[in-house]
């Protein structure tokens, strides 16, 4: 079974944007790595818990992964009900700090130092996306241009970065532009022909 046909099939529980409510990017993700790597041992990293409802999801249909996910709102991460139905679930609230620059959103501090997980097989960056007044400036450090730079050498072999909801297909070439790798290894999808709406669209590293 797919990971957006499992979530489907109990949309309460699962009630993910991603899941064909708002965005289809499971399908993207089933075609990526969901369904031949489902009861693979992985450790998968969510950026942006929010209520949690790809989180449940990961958990119950990668059965053998340890998912860990990250939240600013500790409110959020509080919110987050039954948390003993889901013991593969780390919860992880990273103080964040304001960028200087006054066109900049809030930038996480990410301190690998401390953070008790060094490689990570898949990463989905479901956080701050880029903000859609298309006319401001967009800071080199706002967190959509980082996520390739902070983690791409923290994948294992065969490891995927996923940034879900591009809100501007100019910000393809800035969050290309401001990774320090290996350019090619990035790739845009753009699902808006399946869901219409602006942001169904993805940008995916793959460490191969």
Same mark, same amino acid.
């Given at each position: 079974?797919?990971?957006?046909?499992?979530?489907?099939?109990?949309?309460?529980?699962?009630?993910?944007?991603?899941?064909?409510?708002?965005?289809?990017?499971?399908?993207?993700?089933?075609?990526?790595?969901?369904?031949?790597?489902?009861?693979?041992?992985?450790?998968?990293?969510?950026?942006?818990?929010?209520?949690?409802?790809?989180?449940?999801?990961?958990?119950?249909?990668?059965?053998?992964?340890?998912?860990?996910?990250?939240?600013?709102?500790?409110?959020?991460?509080?919110?987050?009900?039954?948390?003993?139905?889901?013991?593969?679930?780390?919860?992880?609230?990273?103080?964040?700090?304001?960028?200087?620059?006054? $066109?900049?959103?809030?930038?996480?501090?990410?301190? +690998?130092?401390?953070?008790?997980?060094?490689?990570?097989? !898949? #990463? %989905? =960056?479901?956080?701050?996306?880029?903000?859609?007044?298309?006319?401001?400036?967009?800071?080199?450090? $706002?967190?959509?241009?980082?996520?390739?730079?902070? +983690?791409?050498?923290?994948?294992?072999?065969?490891?995927? !970065? #996923? %940034? =879900?909801?591009?809100?501007?297909?100019?910000?393809?070439?800035?969050?290309?532009?401001?990774?320090?790798?290996?350019?090619?290894?990035?790739?845009?999808?753009?699902?808006?022909?399946?869901?219409?709406?602006?942001?169904?669209?993805?940008?995916?590293?793959?460490?191969?």
């Amino acid at each position: 079974m797919s990971l957006q046909q499992f979530c489907q099939n109990d949309a309460e529980r699962y009630a993910s944007h991603s899941a064909g409510h708002q965005h289809n990017f499971f399908h993207k993700y089933d075609e990526l790595f969901a369904v031949t790597r489902r009861y693979d041992p992985m450790v998968i990293l969510e950026l942006g818990t929010h209520l949690g409802a790809s989180t449940k999801c990961y958990h119950d249909y990668f059965v053998n992964s340890k998912i860990l996910t990250i939240e600013r709102n500790k409110d959020l991460i509080n919110m987050f009900t039954n948390k003993h139905e889901f013991p593969r679930i780390e919860f992880f609230w990273l103080e964040w700090f304001s960028a200087s620059s006054p $066109h900049a959103w809030d930038v996480p501090k990410f301190d +690998f130092a401390t953070f008790p997980y060094q490689k990570f097989d !898949i #990463i %989905i =960056d479901d956080c701050v996306a880029l903000p859609p007044d298309f006319n401001n400036p967009i800071d080199q450090v $706002h967190v959509q241009t980082q996520t390739f730079n902070r +983690f791409y050498d923290k994948l294992n072999p065969g490891g995927m !970065i #996923i %940034i =879900d909801c591009i809100q501007h297909d100019s910000y393809v070439d800035i969050i290309k532009n401001a990774f320090v790798g290996d350019k090619s290894k990035i790739k845009f999808y753009d699902l808006r022909h399946m869901i219409n709406h602006y942001d169904n669209t993805m940008l995916v590293y793959t460490n191969d």
